[in-house]
Protein backbone atom coordinates (compact mmCIF):
# COMPACT_ATOMS: atom_id res chain seq x y z
CA UNK A 1 0.00 0.00 0.00
CA UNK A 2 1.46 3.32 -0.99
CA UNK A 3 1.72 6.28 1.52
CA UNK A 4 -1.41 8.07 0.26
CA UNK A 5 -3.45 5.00 0.24
CA UNK A 6 -2.26 4.59 3.51
CA UNK A 7 -3.10 8.10 4.71
CA UNK A 8 -6.61 7.58 3.23
CA UNK A 9 -7.47 4.82 5.03
CA UNK A 10 -6.43 6.71 8.68
CA UNK A 11 -8.30 9.95 7.66
CA UNK A 12 -11.17 7.61 7.26
CA UNK A 13 -10.99 5.67 9.79
CA UNK A 14 -11.12 9.09 11.80
CA UNK A 15 -13.53 10.70 9.84
CA UNK A 16 -15.96 8.55 8.74
CA UNK A 17 -18.31 8.37 11.77
CA UNK A 18 -18.63 11.95 11.88
CA UNK A 19 -19.18 12.20 8.12
CA UNK A 20 -21.93 9.06 7.98
CA UNK A 21 -23.39 11.24 11.19
CA UNK A 22 -23.63 14.22 9.34
CA UNK A 23 -25.18 12.86 6.73
CA UNK A 24 -27.60 10.44 8.88
CA UNK A 25 -29.07 13.68 9.87
CA UNK A 26 -29.34 14.91 6.30
CA UNK A 27 -31.34 12.12 4.64
CA UNK A 28 -32.50 10.01 7.77
CA UNK A 29 -31.47 6.78 6.35
CA UNK A 30 -27.98 5.41 8.18
CA UNK A 31 -27.68 3.07 5.24
CA UNK A 32 -28.12 5.29 2.65
CA UNK A 33 -25.90 7.87 4.77
CA UNK A 34 -23.18 5.30 4.78
CA UNK A 35 -23.05 4.60 0.95
CA UNK A 36 -22.86 8.34 0.41
CA UNK A 37 -19.58 8.49 2.51
CA UNK A 38 -18.15 5.70 1.07
CA UNK A 39 -18.74 7.17 -2.42
CA UNK A 40 -16.81 9.80 -0.96
CA UNK A 41 -14.62 7.33 0.32
CA UNK A 42 -14.01 6.21 -3.55
CA UNK A 43 -13.21 10.35 -4.99
CA UNK A 44 -11.02 10.32 -2.45
CA UNK A 45 -8.82 7.29 -3.26
CA UNK A 46 -9.15 8.89 -6.92
CA UNK A 47 -8.74 12.50 -6.44
CA UNK A 48 -5.96 12.34 -3.38
CA UNK A 49 -2.87 10.97 -4.94
CA UNK A 50 -3.38 13.95 -7.54
CA UNK A 51 -3.75 16.90 -6.03
CA UNK A 52 -2.59 15.72 -1.91
CA UNK A 53 -4.43 15.35 1.04
CA UNK A 54 -6.48 18.42 1.50
CA UNK A 55 -5.98 20.73 4.70
CA UNK A 56 -9.33 19.51 6.34
CA UNK A 57 -9.73 15.73 4.91
CA UNK A 58 -12.91 15.63 6.95
CA UNK A 59 -14.72 18.77 5.82
CA UNK A 60 -13.31 17.29 2.21
CA UNK A 61 -15.01 14.03 2.64
CA UNK A 62 -18.45 15.36 3.95
CA UNK A 63 -18.82 18.13 1.37
CA UNK A 64 -18.12 15.58 -1.66
CA UNK A 65 -20.62 12.94 0.42
CA UNK A 66 -23.41 16.06 0.57
CA UNK A 67 -23.02 16.80 -3.25
CA UNK A 68 -23.40 13.46 -4.35
CA UNK A 69 -26.60 13.31 -2.30
CA UNK A 70 -27.45 16.47 -3.68
CA UNK A 71 -27.02 15.22 -7.20
CA UNK A 72 -29.01 12.10 -6.37
CA UNK A 73 -31.79 14.29 -5.03
CA UNK A 74 -31.44 15.92 -8.81
CA UNK A 75 -31.67 12.59 -10.60
CA UNK A 76 -34.95 11.76 -8.77
CA UNK A 77 -32.98 8.54 -7.16
CA UNK A 78 -33.36 9.87 -3.66
CA UNK A 79 -37.27 10.09 -4.16
CA UNK A 80 -37.63 6.64 -4.68
CA UNK A 81 -35.53 6.31 -1.21
CA UNK A 82 -37.37 8.94 0.48
CA UNK A 83 -40.62 10.70 1.24
CA UNK A 84 -40.98 13.84 -0.89
CA UNK A 85 -40.42 16.20 1.91
CA UNK A 86 -36.97 14.45 3.13
CA UNK A 87 -35.75 15.27 -0.20
CA UNK A 88 -37.32 18.62 -0.08
CA UNK A 89 -36.25 19.16 3.22
CA UNK A 90 -32.92 18.14 2.03
CA UNK A 91 -33.04 20.85 -0.57
CA UNK A 92 -33.55 23.58 2.07
CA UNK A 93 -30.66 22.61 3.50
CA UNK A 94 -28.53 22.59 1.38
CA UNK A 95 -29.40 26.27 0.36
CA UNK A 96 -30.20 27.81 3.54
CA UNK A 97 -28.39 25.63 6.46
CA UNK A 98 -24.50 25.13 4.93
CA UNK A 99 -23.16 27.19 7.06
CA UNK A 100 -24.65 25.69 10.17
CA UNK A 101 -24.22 22.18 8.87
CA UNK A 102 -20.46 22.42 8.30
CA UNK A 103 -20.24 24.28 11.36
CA UNK A 104 -21.63 21.35 13.44
CA UNK A 105 -19.61 18.61 11.31
CA UNK A 106 -16.45 20.38 12.29
CA UNK A 107 -17.01 19.73 15.89
CA UNK A 108 -15.56 16.23 16.13
CA UNK A 109 -17.84 15.33 19.06
CA UNK A 110 -21.30 16.65 18.23
CA UNK A 111 -24.86 15.51 18.98
CA UNK A 112 -24.65 13.57 15.16
CA UNK A 113 -22.22 11.15 16.53
CA UNK A 114 -24.55 10.72 19.82
CA UNK A 115 -27.31 9.99 17.42
CA UNK A 116 -25.32 7.50 15.36
CA UNK A 117 -24.48 5.57 18.85
CA UNK A 118 -27.72 5.63 19.52
CA UNK A 119 -29.48 4.54 16.02
CA UNK A 120 -26.42 1.86 15.47
CA UNK A 121 -27.58 0.22 18.89
CA UNK A 122 -30.74 0.19 18.47
CA UNK A 123 -32.78 -2.41 20.37
CA UNK A 124 -34.86 -3.37 17.32
CA UNK A 125 -31.73 -5.09 15.88
CA UNK A 126 -30.19 -8.01 17.05
CA UNK A 127 -26.96 -8.45 19.65
CA UNK A 128 -24.90 -9.54 17.02
CA UNK A 129 -26.40 -7.00 14.32
CA UNK A 130 -25.70 -4.16 16.99
CA UNK A 131 -21.99 -4.86 17.60
CA UNK A 132 -21.54 -5.61 13.91
CA UNK A 133 -23.53 -2.33 12.80
CA UNK A 134 -21.37 0.28 15.07
CA UNK A 135 -18.21 -1.64 14.43
CA UNK A 136 -19.06 -0.92 10.58
CA UNK A 137 -20.34 2.70 11.18
CA UNK A 138 -18.30 4.25 14.32
CA UNK A 139 -15.26 2.13 14.24
CA UNK A 140 -14.47 2.25 10.80
CA UNK A 141 -13.86 -1.19 10.65
CA UNK A 142 -14.38 -3.00 6.74
CA UNK A 143 -16.43 -6.12 6.95
CA UNK A 144 -13.18 -8.46 7.02
CA UNK A 145 -11.80 -6.88 9.54
CA UNK A 146 -15.37 -7.36 11.99
CA UNK A 147 -15.35 -11.31 10.52
CA UNK A 148 -11.46 -11.46 11.44
CA UNK A 149 -11.77 -10.46 14.87
CA UNK A 150 -14.93 -12.13 15.71
CA UNK A 151 -14.05 -15.61 13.67
CA UNK A 152 -16.99 -15.30 11.72
CA UNK A 153 -17.49 -16.07 7.46
CA UNK A 154 -17.23 -12.30 5.92
CA UNK A 155 -20.75 -13.00 4.26
CA UNK A 156 -22.27 -13.84 7.72
CA UNK A 157 -20.97 -10.01 9.15
CA UNK A 158 -21.99 -8.92 5.61
CA UNK A 159 -25.60 -10.11 5.41
CA UNK A 160 -25.74 -8.85 9.33
CA UNK A 161 -24.90 -4.98 8.70
CA UNK A 162 -27.10 -5.43 5.22
CA UNK A 163 -30.00 -6.64 7.90
CA UNK A 164 -29.51 -3.76 10.22
CA UNK A 165 -29.88 -0.98 8.10
CA UNK A 166 -32.60 -2.65 6.46
CA UNK A 167 -34.76 -3.58 9.94
CA UNK A 168 -33.57 0.45 11.03
CA UNK A 169 -35.54 1.72 7.73
CA UNK A 170 -38.27 -0.89 7.45
CA UNK A 171 -38.99 0.01 11.45
CA UNK A 172 -38.60 3.92 10.93
CA UNK A 173 -36.07 4.11 13.40
CA UNK A 174 -35.55 7.82 14.02
CA UNK A 175 -31.73 9.28 14.28
CA UNK A 176 -32.53 10.83 16.86
CA UNK A 177 -31.00 10.86 20.67
CA UNK A 178 -33.85 8.92 22.82
CA UNK A 179 -35.85 11.07 24.93
CA UNK A 180 -35.65 11.38 28.49
CA UNK A 181 -38.16 8.63 29.43
CA UNK A 182 -36.15 6.13 27.39
CA UNK A 183 -32.76 7.20 27.69
CA UNK A 184 -32.38 4.49 30.00
CA UNK A 185 -33.39 1.87 28.38
CA UNK A 186 -31.64 3.19 25.07
CA UNK A 187 -28.50 4.01 26.91
CA UNK A 188 -28.17 0.30 28.53
CA UNK A 189 -27.75 -0.91 24.66
CA UNK A 190 -25.00 1.38 23.92
CA UNK A 191 -23.39 0.40 27.00
CA UNK A 192 -23.87 -3.28 26.55
CA UNK A 193 -22.90 -3.45 23.24
CA UNK A 194 -19.63 -1.13 23.77
CA UNK A 195 -18.62 -3.35 26.58
CA UNK A 196 -19.00 -6.72 24.52
CA UNK A 197 -16.68 -5.28 21.96
CA UNK A 198 -14.05 -4.77 24.48
CA UNK A 199 -14.53 -8.27 26.37
CA UNK A 200 -14.23 -9.63 22.98
CA UNK A 201 -10.88 -8.16 22.81
CA UNK A 202 -9.70 -8.84 25.96
CA UNK A 203 -10.47 -12.44 26.28
CA UNK A 204 -11.41 -13.86 23.11
CA UNK A 205 -14.11 -16.64 22.82
CA UNK A 206 -12.69 -18.79 19.96
CA UNK A 207 -9.38 -18.45 17.89
CA UNK A 208 -5.36 -19.21 18.31
CA UNK A 209 -5.83 -15.37 20.00
CA UNK A 210 -5.34 -14.58 23.98
CA UNK A 211 -6.77 -11.50 23.14
CA UNK A 212 -7.29 -8.96 20.34
CA UNK A 213 -5.65 -5.68 21.41
CA UNK A 214 -7.38 -3.59 18.53
CA UNK A 215 -11.01 -4.70 19.61
CA UNK A 216 -10.10 -3.35 22.86
CA UNK A 217 -8.96 0.29 21.74
CA UNK A 218 -12.09 0.13 19.64
CA UNK A 219 -14.28 0.38 22.35
CA UNK A 220 -12.47 2.68 24.15
CA UNK A 221 -12.17 4.97 21.56
CA UNK A 222 -16.46 4.65 21.70
CA UNK A 223 -16.45 4.86 25.18
CA UNK A 224 -14.28 7.98 25.32
CA UNK A 225 -16.63 9.72 23.07
CA UNK A 226 -19.64 8.74 24.58
CA UNK A 227 -18.18 9.81 28.31
CA UNK A 228 -17.85 12.97 26.33
CA UNK A 229 -21.17 13.37 24.96
CA UNK A 230 -22.86 12.30 27.91
CA UNK A 231 -20.58 13.88 30.88
CA UNK A 232 -23.77 13.01 33.74
CA UNK A 233 -24.54 9.77 33.16
CA UNK A 234 -22.26 7.75 35.96
CA UNK A 235 -22.35 4.25 33.92
CA UNK A 236 -21.07 5.46 31.12
CA UNK A 237 -17.73 6.57 33.41
CA UNK A 238 -18.60 3.26 35.20
CA UNK A 239 -18.24 1.54 31.97
CA UNK A 240 -15.32 3.55 30.65
CA UNK A 241 -13.72 3.19 34.20
CA UNK A 242 -13.62 -0.97 33.92
CA UNK A 243 -12.36 -0.63 30.19
CA UNK A 244 -9.36 1.68 31.08
CA UNK A 245 -7.91 -0.16 34.26
CA UNK A 246 -9.02 -3.85 32.20
CA UNK A 247 -6.79 -2.70 29.13
CA UNK A 248 -3.81 -1.55 31.20
CA UNK A 249 -3.23 -5.47 31.65
CA UNK A 250 -3.01 -6.28 27.87
CA UNK A 251 0.73 -6.83 27.47
CA UNK A 252 0.90 -8.85 30.70
CA UNK A 253 -1.96 -10.82 29.33
CA UNK A 254 0.15 -12.32 26.54
CA UNK A 255 4.17 -14.56 27.18
CA UNK A 256 6.83 -14.22 24.70
CA UNK A 257 5.14 -16.72 22.58
CA UNK A 258 1.58 -15.56 22.79
CA UNK A 259 0.72 -17.40 25.44
CA UNK A 260 -1.73 -16.66 28.21
CA UNK A 261 -0.53 -15.28 31.00
CA UNK A 262 -3.27 -15.39 33.79
CA UNK A 263 -4.22 -12.31 36.59
CA UNK A 264 -2.23 -13.75 39.49
CA UNK A 265 1.30 -14.94 37.49
CA UNK A 266 1.03 -11.39 35.74
CA UNK A 267 4.55 -9.08 35.56
CA UNK A 268 2.33 -6.08 37.58
CA UNK A 269 5.41 -3.86 36.07
CA UNK A 270 3.90 -4.28 32.78
CA UNK A 271 0.36 -2.87 33.82
CA UNK A 272 0.05 0.76 31.65
CA UNK A 273 0.23 3.22 34.34
CA UNK A 274 -1.16 5.57 31.99
CA UNK A 275 -4.57 3.51 31.97
CA UNK A 276 -4.56 3.13 35.06
CA UNK A 277 -5.05 6.43 36.00
CA UNK A 278 -7.19 7.63 33.53
CA UNK A 279 -9.58 4.64 35.09
CA UNK A 280 -8.99 5.62 38.54
CA UNK A 281 -9.80 9.24 37.12
CA UNK A 282 -12.99 7.66 35.65
CA UNK A 283 -14.17 6.25 38.60
CA UNK A 284 -13.86 9.70 40.39
CA UNK A 285 -16.19 11.11 37.89
CA UNK A 286 -18.73 8.43 39.06
CA UNK A 287 -18.28 9.10 42.51
CA UNK A 288 -18.76 12.70 41.70
CA UNK A 289 -21.84 12.27 39.95
CA UNK A 290 -23.26 10.81 43.58
CA UNK A 291 -25.75 7.87 43.83
CA UNK A 292 -25.01 4.67 44.49
CA UNK A 293 -22.82 2.74 42.19
CA UNK A 294 -24.26 0.90 38.91
CA UNK A 295 -23.05 -2.46 37.51
CA UNK A 296 -20.29 -1.33 35.52
CA UNK A 297 -19.11 1.02 38.12
CA UNK A 298 -18.88 -1.26 41.00
CA UNK A 299 -16.49 -4.04 38.29
CA UNK A 300 -14.38 -0.95 37.86
CA UNK A 301 -13.73 -0.65 41.24
CA UNK A 302 -13.24 -4.08 41.81
CA UNK A 303 -10.67 -4.12 38.59
CA UNK A 304 -9.35 -0.79 40.85
CA UNK A 305 -8.81 -3.20 43.81
CA UNK A 306 -6.10 -5.30 41.60
CA UNK A 307 -4.85 -2.15 40.05
CA UNK A 308 -4.35 -0.69 43.43
CA UNK A 309 -2.18 -3.47 44.75
CA UNK A 310 1.61 -3.61 43.93
CA UNK A 311 1.91 -7.92 44.02
CA UNK A 312 -1.11 -10.51 43.73
CA UNK A 313 -0.48 -11.44 47.37
CA UNK A 314 -1.37 -7.24 48.61
CA UNK A 315 -5.10 -7.53 46.80
CA UNK A 316 -7.82 -6.75 48.92
CA UNK A 317 -9.94 -9.64 48.63
CA UNK A 318 -12.04 -8.93 51.55
CA UNK A 319 -12.94 -5.47 50.24
CA UNK A 320 -13.74 -7.08 46.99
CA UNK A 321 -16.15 -9.71 48.02
CA UNK A 322 -18.36 -6.98 49.46
CA UNK A 323 -18.16 -5.28 45.82
CA UNK A 324 -19.04 -8.64 44.23
CA UNK A 325 -22.00 -8.97 47.23
CA UNK A 326 -23.68 -5.64 46.04
CA UNK A 327 -22.93 -6.41 42.46
CA UNK A 328 -24.99 -9.77 42.52
CA UNK A 329 -27.91 -7.71 44.00
CA UNK A 330 -27.92 -5.31 41.82
CA UNK A 331 -27.41 -6.94 38.83
CA UNK A 332 -27.76 -10.95 40.12
CA UNK A 333 -26.38 -13.59 37.23
CA UNK A 334 -24.56 -16.72 37.55
CA UNK A 335 -21.48 -15.25 35.64
CA UNK A 336 -20.87 -12.58 38.22
CA UNK A 337 -21.73 -15.88 40.97
CA UNK A 338 -18.94 -17.75 39.17
CA UNK A 339 -16.57 -14.84 39.68
CA UNK A 340 -17.70 -13.97 43.09
CA UNK A 341 -17.05 -17.76 43.94
CA UNK A 342 -13.28 -16.58 43.21
CA UNK A 343 -12.92 -13.66 45.20
CA UNK A 344 -14.37 -15.54 48.29
CA UNK A 345 -11.88 -18.52 47.50
CA UNK A 346 -9.01 -16.04 47.60
CA UNK A 347 -10.63 -13.97 50.75
CA UNK A 348 -12.31 -16.53 52.90
CA UNK A 349 -10.23 -19.67 51.87
CA UNK A 350 -11.33 -22.18 48.57
CA UNK A 351 -13.89 -23.88 50.67
CA UNK A 352 -15.67 -20.86 51.00
CA UNK A 353 -15.39 -20.05 47.19
CA UNK A 354 -16.49 -23.61 46.38
CA UNK A 355 -19.83 -23.77 48.46
CA UNK A 356 -20.93 -20.77 46.18
CA UNK A 357 -19.63 -22.86 43.20
CA UNK A 358 -21.27 -26.03 44.03
CA UNK A 359 -24.72 -24.10 44.23
CA UNK A 360 -24.45 -23.23 40.47
CA UNK A 361 -23.79 -27.01 39.32
CA UNK A 362 -27.76 -27.00 38.11
CA UNK A 363 -27.73 -23.61 36.52
CA UNK A 364 -28.82 -24.35 33.06
CA UNK A 365 -26.93 -20.86 31.22
CA UNK A 366 -23.67 -22.23 32.87
CA UNK A 367 -24.00 -25.56 31.16
CA UNK A 368 -21.43 -24.53 28.54
CA UNK A 369 -19.48 -22.05 30.10
CA UNK A 370 -16.16 -23.18 30.50
CA UNK A 371 -15.43 -21.02 33.55
CA UNK A 372 -18.01 -22.72 36.00
CA UNK A 373 -15.58 -25.99 35.42
CA UNK A 374 -12.18 -23.77 35.39
CA UNK A 375 -13.26 -22.37 38.67
CA UNK A 376 -13.98 -25.43 40.40
CA UNK A 377 -11.43 -27.05 39.52
CA UNK A 378 -8.94 -24.42 40.81
CA UNK A 379 -11.11 -24.60 44.15
CA UNK A 380 -10.51 -28.39 44.40
CA UNK A 381 -7.21 -28.49 43.61
CA UNK A 382 -6.07 -26.12 46.69
CA UNK A 383 -8.19 -27.85 48.78
CA UNK A 384 -5.82 -31.18 47.73
CA UNK A 385 -8.70 -32.76 46.04
CA UNK A 386 -6.75 -33.16 42.91
CA UNK A 387 -7.99 -36.49 41.27
CA UNK A 388 -11.94 -34.45 41.32
CA UNK A 389 -9.90 -30.97 39.86
CA UNK A 390 -8.35 -32.74 37.19
CA UNK A 391 -11.82 -33.50 35.90
CA UNK A 392 -13.47 -30.31 36.08
CA UNK A 393 -10.28 -28.97 34.55
CA UNK A 394 -10.53 -31.70 31.29
CA UNK A 395 -14.17 -30.21 30.89
CA UNK A 396 -12.88 -26.69 31.09
CA UNK A 397 -10.50 -27.62 28.34
CA UNK A 398 -13.06 -29.07 26.20
CA UNK A 399 -15.44 -26.72 26.33
CA UNK A 400 -13.41 -23.22 25.81
CA UNK A 401 -12.55 -22.91 21.97
CA UNK A 402 -9.91 -20.56 22.58
CA UNK A 403 -6.73 -22.29 22.13
CA UNK A 404 -4.57 -20.65 24.00
CA UNK A 405 -7.04 -20.53 26.96
CA UNK A 406 -6.93 -25.06 26.48
CA UNK A 407 -3.11 -24.91 26.59
CA UNK A 408 -3.71 -23.02 29.67
CA UNK A 409 -5.85 -25.73 31.20
CA UNK A 410 -4.64 -28.73 30.08
CA UNK A 411 -1.51 -27.41 31.85
CA UNK A 412 -3.40 -27.48 35.15
CA UNK A 413 -4.53 -30.73 34.06
CA UNK A 414 -1.13 -32.36 33.72
CA UNK A 415 -0.51 -30.81 37.35
CA UNK A 416 -3.34 -32.63 38.87
CA UNK A 417 -1.94 -35.83 37.24
CA UNK A 418 1.54 -35.09 38.97
CA UNK A 419 -0.13 -33.97 41.92
CA UNK A 420 -2.16 -37.73 42.30
CA UNK A 421 0.68 -39.78 40.65
CA UNK A 422 3.74 -37.79 42.21
Given amino acids: MSDIHRTIDAVWRIESAKVIAGLARMVGDVGLAEDLA???????????????????????LMASAKHKAIDQLRRGKMLERKHAELAHGLEEEQEKAVPALDAALDDPVGDDLLRLMFTACHPVLSTEARVAL?????????????????LVP????????VRAKRTLAEAHVPFEVPRASELTTRLASVLEVIYLIFNEGYSATAGEDWVRP??????LRLGRILAELTPREPEVHGLLALMEIQA????????????AVLLLDQDRARWDQLLIRRGF??????EALGGSLGPYALQAAIAACHARA????ETDWTRMTALYDALAQLAPSPVVEVNRAVAYGMAFGPAAGLEIVDALAAEPALARYHLLPTVRGDLLFKLGRFAEARVELERAAALTRNARERAVLLERV?????????
Fill in 38 to 60: HDALVAALEQWPKSGVPDNPGAW
Fill in 134 to 150: TLRLLGGLTTPEIARAF
Fill in 154 to 161: EPTVAQRI
Fill in 214 to 219: ALCEEA
Fill in 248 to 259: SRLRARVGPSGE
Fill in 281 to 286: AALERV
Fill in 310 to 313: RTAE
Fill in 414 to 422: AACERAVNP
